[in-house]
Structures are given as structure tokens and as C-alpha cells.
């Protein structure tokens, strides 16, 4: 079994940064993809940006290209979602999400998931 823990969120104003990360525990997640997800209230959980288990290939949302960065740690199963420029519109709570391999971008082929960790953007 796999264990997904975030941290990181807060309480930001448009314009500012913060840094997502993702702890992943519980059996080796060699070859394993790993990435993030977001969930805004009354709306559907949607795809913000994964890596593939080299870090080799990363899939970013078109809403968040040039302002989020995903990287892996892969020594210490973690990964991390830098977010600048931030928006109100990004305000959501983020979730941790891996697979055994990659997956493509639809939240419902991941099989392990975090707990959540909220970001909310002030205007």
C-alpha cells in the first residue's frame, strides 16, 4: 500500500508563490507516476501537473504552464509542485495522486491519493 502525505498549502495573495510537496511512503515506488490534482467547491477534481517515475517526462494543465513546476525527488519518494503568479482561480485543495505508471491526465486512473492540503488566493 502506498502512503501520500502533502503539505505546503496556505493562504496567499494573487501574485505570491508557494510550494506544494508530497511525501510517498508505505512500499518503493519504483517506476511509479506521481503528480497533482486540484478540487475547487462544486466542481470536479482536474489534472494541475504529473512526472513520470525518471522525471523524464512532465504534463502540465494549459492553466497553470509556465507558472507551476513539478520535480521528484526520487531518493526520498517526494515530489513537489512549485506554483508562482498565482490566481484566485487556482484556489483549491490540491491533492497528491500516484499510479503504478503513467496514466494520462484523468484523475480516475489514479489509484493512490493524499489527504489534501488547501490553497486558497486572495484577489
Known amino acids: 500500500q502506498v502512503q501520500l502525505v502533502e503539505s505546503g498549502g496556505g493562504l496567499v495573495q494573487a501574485g505570491d508563490s508557494l510550494r506544494l510537496s508530497c511525501a510517498g511512503s508505505?512500499?518503493?515506488?519504483?517506476?511509479?507516476?506521481m503528480g497533482w490534482f486540484r478540487q475547487a467547491p462544486g466542481l470536479e477534481r482536474e489534472f494541475v501537473a504529473v512526472?513520470?517515475?525518471?522525471?523524464?517526462?512532465?504534463y502540465y494543465a494549459d492553466s497553470v504552464k509556465g507558472r507551476f513546476t513539478i520535480s521528484r525527488d526520487v531518493a526520498k519518494n517526494t515530489i513537489y509542485l512549485q506554483m508562482n503568479s498565482l490566481k484566485p482561480e487556482d484556489t483549491a485543495v490540491y491533492y497528491c495522486?500516484?499510479?503504478?505508471?503513467?496514466?494520462?491526465?484523468?484523475?480516475?486512473?489514479?489509484?493512490?491519493w493524499g489527504q489534501g492540503t488547501q490553497v486558497t488566493v486572495s484577489s
Open positions: 495522486a500516484a499510479a503504478s505508471s503513467y496514466r494520462g491526465t484523468a484523475y480516475k486512473t489514479y489509484a493512490y
Open positions: 508505505g512500499r518503493t515506488l519504483t517506476g511509479y507516476a
Open positions: 512526472s513520470t517515475w525518471s522525471g523524464g517526462n512532465l
